[in-house]
């Protein structure tokens, strides 16, 4: 079906209005340099979801992701989230974009992805596992319910040979439970999962099954357009990593009712959609460093299309083969995004290592640099390390090392 499109946005103006939509806009929402709860809610209404990752050559990507918006101390950061989630119980976890805090509330928004795990919809290792070991399953199961919380090396410390990554067969089964809902995490210790019932863990109203499947997934179709700002159809389904099929004809019965507006973005090959209630707003982004696992960079094809900035995480990639380097966060400065850093915290030497600083054509200039060189002070700073040591890497490291220098 084709819809046809009556607004048309410049390419500044979709920029502009994403970047409002993810809290990332300047001046800061807040006058307060003491962070609480308040804080944490306001940025979960900005972006929904906060993906987890046990990568730490900076910090754990949802503090920086964090960080972004709210500012405070890594440890500020680190325990308000930790409260919230394990404490107060106002976040929890579970797969909404990957691995992700969300807020308990919307968890029954998910109900169908745990339905449809229990039919077999998961990754093909765990689905194997469980079909072929039903018996073992319930014992994991049986045993969570008598002695939970628990974690999977308490299960089983020694992997067996051959199985799925390498995992434990207990750590399969227990993805297992935690994927189809019967379980969920009490708390973590050194970044470890212990799971409980989620009975045990999660308010009644979190269990709470009544939203079918199709109301669920336009909920979360009208929460990505409000995230996201302006978002092409792909980018609407990526967001809660919906099933596309379905995601397709959803946004186009939302557009037919009118909740999504068709537009047309300057240099975008695709349609794009507006929230009816959007209000076009001329916003200024901060200046700062962003994790790879940022709502605003996650998706590469948007952030293509959006900042003319291809990037591609090379974590896995051998070092020989690296263009940019193992942990490259993406600097935005003036709503675009205007170079890459490769960064690795020492925290036993007390210094931030720059291994490479990158240029973006025809962005950076001699005000981005003196920005960039500003936030490579404050994450410093915010990490607790007293120095920072720029390397050889990158076509403006030179330049990065007399500048840093001077602020």
Not at 366 to 387: K, P
Request: proline share 4%; hydrophobic share 45%.
């Amino acid at each position: 079906m084709s819809v046809a499109t009556h607004i048309e946005l410049s390419a500044s103006q979709a920029r502009s209005i994403a970047i409002g939509a993810q809290g990332l806009q300047t001046p800061s929402p807040f006058s307060s340099p003491r962070l609480d709860v308040r804080h944490l809610r306001w940025a979960f209404t900005k972006f929904g979801v906060l993906q987890i990752d046990a990568v730490n050559a900076v910090a754990r990507s949802h503090l920086l992701v964090l960080r972004a918006r709210l500012g405070g101390s890594h440890e500020g950061l680190s325990s308000l989230l930790e409260d919230a989630a394990y404490g107060r119980r106002e976040l929890t976890e579970y797969w909404c974009h990957e691995a992700s805090y969300l807020p308990v509330k919307d968890l029954p928004l998910f109900r169908w992805r745990m339905d449809r795990a229990a039919q077999g919809e998961v990754w093909s290792g765990i689905r194997k596992f469980v079909a072929n070991n039903p018996d073992f399953v319930k014992k994991i199961a049986t045993y969570v319910t008598n002695n939970g919380p628990v974690n999977a090396g308490q299960l089983q410390s020694k992997p067996k040979g051959g199985t799925w990554w390498a995992w434990s067969e207990a750590k399969v089964a227990l993805e297992w439970l935690f994927w189809t809902g019967e379980v969920s995490v009490s708390n973590r210790d050194n970044f470890t999962r212990f799971y409980d019932l989620a009975s045990k863990v999660l308010p009644a109203a979190a269990l709470d099954d009544s939203i079918s499947e199709v109301n669920a997934q336009y909920e979360l179709l009208r929460r990505a357009a409000n995230h996201l700002g302006v978002a092409s159809t792909e980018d609407l389904i990526d967001y809660f990593r919906l099933p596309k099929i379905e995601g397709r004809r959803h946004v186009m019965d939302l557009v037919e009712r009118e909740e999504l507006l068709p537009v047309q973005v300057e240099g975008w090959d695709r349609t794009a959609y507006l929230p009816a209630s959007a209000k076009i707003r001329d916003e200024t982004s901060k200046s700062i460093l962003l994790s790879p696992f940022d709502p605003l960079v996650w998706f590469r094809p948007r952030a293509q299309r959006l900042f003319n900035f291809k990037y591609r995480l090379e974590i896995y990639v051998p070092a020989a083969k690296r263009v940019h380097g193992y942990y490259v966060l993406p600097f935005l400065h003036a709503n675009q995004l205007c170079a890459r850093v490769d960064v690795k915290a020492d925290t036993k030497a007390g210094v931030l290592n720059v291994l490479g600083v990158y240029s973006e054509a025809d962005k950076t200039s001699e005000q981005v640099i003196e920005a960039l060189a500003v936030e490579l002070r404050l994450l410093a700073t915010w990490r607790g390390l007293d120095s920072i040591k720029v390397g050889q890497r990158g076509d403006l490291a030179r330049q990065m090392k007399k500048v840093i220098q001077k602020v």
